[in-house]
């Protein structure tokens, strides 16, 4: 590869044919992933890699989550959009519906959701809240990790039961974490993720998005059912039936 045409890809006139980029990647003992990163990251992986004695025992720890993820199954049939159903942590009595969405990465998958506050019959806005995550499929349970974007403040842990039909259609499970604005109480509730599609109109879907009163018509009775935190007679922790 002549200098002239490297200097093209350093200054952007021009992006390396798909042979050239692994060639490029080879040489450097980088992926194509990593190339294609903020220079910021890519930075931080280099400076790593060039430095492993003083690093290593700080990145260990990520390793774990890479171990989960080469552990996880395979998600692509539940990639796409869902409405997100459960009862607020910091909004007593008051039903949430969010978006989410699944989407695959590098054989990855990663986890996005966003939350408008909005009372659904008035329209008062109360904030707006937004998740990022990762999902995995271990041991025949989906559990997605999350964490709010805008405050740092909140993470919270999802496990959802698979679906055994060709769709998702719907997926129930259990939640763990506490209210983004309102004191910091450790909560749990049933939550219900009801399959939309993979490509959907998001403005109409952000659209009805909001707080619900339990006697809503914009929630279905099966999933009022489904999200309801009863426990059981007999039973000593909140847990949810399998489908």
Known sequence: ??????NRYLSGRSRPSRANMRRI??????TEAEMMMDSEQFEDIITVRRKPAETAAAMRPMQHLERLFQASENLDKYVGHYFRYFYSFGNPGKIIR??????????KYFWKNIEILRDHESGELFGLNKYEGAVFYLADRIHVMEYETLQRVSITQMTLYPSYRHRPERLIGVQTGGPTRRGRKPAASRVVLDYLGRNIDRRHALSRLGLFPPDSRDIAPEILAQIENRIR??????DVEEP
């Open 1 to 6: 590869m002549n200098r002239q045409q490297f």
């Open 25 to 30: 990647c080879d040489f450097f003992g980088v």
């Open 98 to 107: 969010s978006l989410a969405v699944i989407w695959p990465a590098d054989g």
């Open 233 to 238: 007679p007999g039973a000593h922790v909140l």
